[in-house]
């Protein structure tokens, strides 16, 4: 599913992303754990075309990435394949929940706005938002936003999920929803793709959730993946 290969990445001469060789099977759930600034960011964003990366090459989802950079219908097709939920969630503030949902399907596949929204308000239903489909993002909680930036992930169909410390902006109580929501979405509970599971990589400095959902954890340091293996 994932093949990373020699993948080099510098900001000011300093290289953020130092030589990293991985790979990801189909269906796996990958933490990156590693202190602030160790690359776990950086690397996710590179693996859906945000940050274009100096050196190496990336196979994700089928599709191939270098150092060139890609052309606007190759992101397109990557991105409609990899979808990526920030730390900051990023929704847009003027629009609601529905909007912050549809706007990626209507927009960039052109998709019909009432099958854009069927299909949105199906899955906020499963997410437990149905009643806040209306909502602007300042009436949400944090978990609520969570699950707006994760349905606005899913609902184009992804086969891999990155997620950028997902649980860090959210107090105690809410870090455990959103790992129960995260066992779902593995599951293929949640999403567009019915019972077959996602690929997961989540960047995390929650030890508890990489020991709950990954299958396999990567410590990064200094830009390299320092150590692998079991949660354990």
Known sequence: MIRI??????????????????????G???????PSGSGKSTLLRCLNGLERFDHGSVEIAGLSLTATPATSDELTRLRSAVGMVFQEFHLFPHLDVLDNV??????????????????ARDLLEVLGLAERVHARTFELSGGQKQRVALARALVQGVEVLLLDEP??????????????LLRRVRSGEVGERGAKPLTL????????????????????????IERRGAPA
């Open 5 to 26: 290969r020699g993948l080099r990445k510098s900001f000011g001469g300093r290289f953020v992303l130092d030589g990293v060789d991985a790979e990801v099977r189909e």
């Open 28 to 34: 796996a759930v990958v933490a990156l754990l590693g």
């Open 102 to 119: 549809t706007l990626a399907p209507r927009v960039v596949r052109k998709a019909d706005r009432a099958v854009a929204e069927r299909k």
């Open 167 to 180: 649980t860090s902006a959210l107090d105690p109580a809410l870090k455990g929803e959103v790992r129960d």
């Open 201 to 224: 990589l989540i960047a995390t400095h929650e030890l508890d959730l990489a020991r709950d959902l990954a299958d396999e954890v990567w410590t990064m340091r200094e830009g390299r």
